[in-house]
Nanobody, 126 residues
Framework: QVQLVESGGGLVQAGGSLRLSCAASGRIFSNYAVGWFRQAPGKVRDFVAAITWSGSTTYYSDSVKGRFTISRDNAKNMVYLQMNGLKPEETAVYYC???????????????????WGQGTQVTVSS
């Protein structure tokens, strides 16, 4: 089992920045790819970004590419999502999720993630 706890959400004005953190405990977290997803009210949970176990490769949705940066520190069992240029439509609950494999097949697919945190609310005001 891997336990994930997100933090860093809050209220920010449009164009502002937030840094989300995901703290992991349990199984060998450093072996697995980790992703961030977000879910707005009444909408499906969408892929935002992911990072391989080594941190050497990152993946982003087209909507956040160039504005968001995912990173990880395996020594600290932490994953981060730096979000710049936030938009009101990005208001959502942001979730950290971990795979139970080092494979990157299906890394954009929320169904391929075995462990999820409880989420942190991000609200972007206009």
């Amino acid at each position: 089992q891997v336990q994930l706890v997100e933090s860093g959400g809050g209220l920010v004005q449009a164009g502002g920045s937030l840094r989300l953190s995901c703290a992991a405990s349990g199984r060998i977290f450093s072996n697995y790819a980790v992703g961030w997803f977000r879910q707005a009210p009444g909408k499906v949970r969408d892929f935002v970004a992911a990072i391989t176990w080594s941190g050497s490769t990152t993946y982003y949705s087209d909507s956040v590419k160039g504005r968001f940066t995912i990173s990880r520190d395996n020594a600290k069992n932490m994953v981060y999502l730096q979000m710049n240029g936030l938009k009101p439509e990005e208001t959502a609950v942001y979730y950290c999720a971990a795979r139970d494999t080092s494979s990157t097949i299906g890394i954009y697919d929320r169904g391929r993630y075995a462990y999820w945190g409880q989420g942190t609310q991000v609200t972007v005001s206009s």
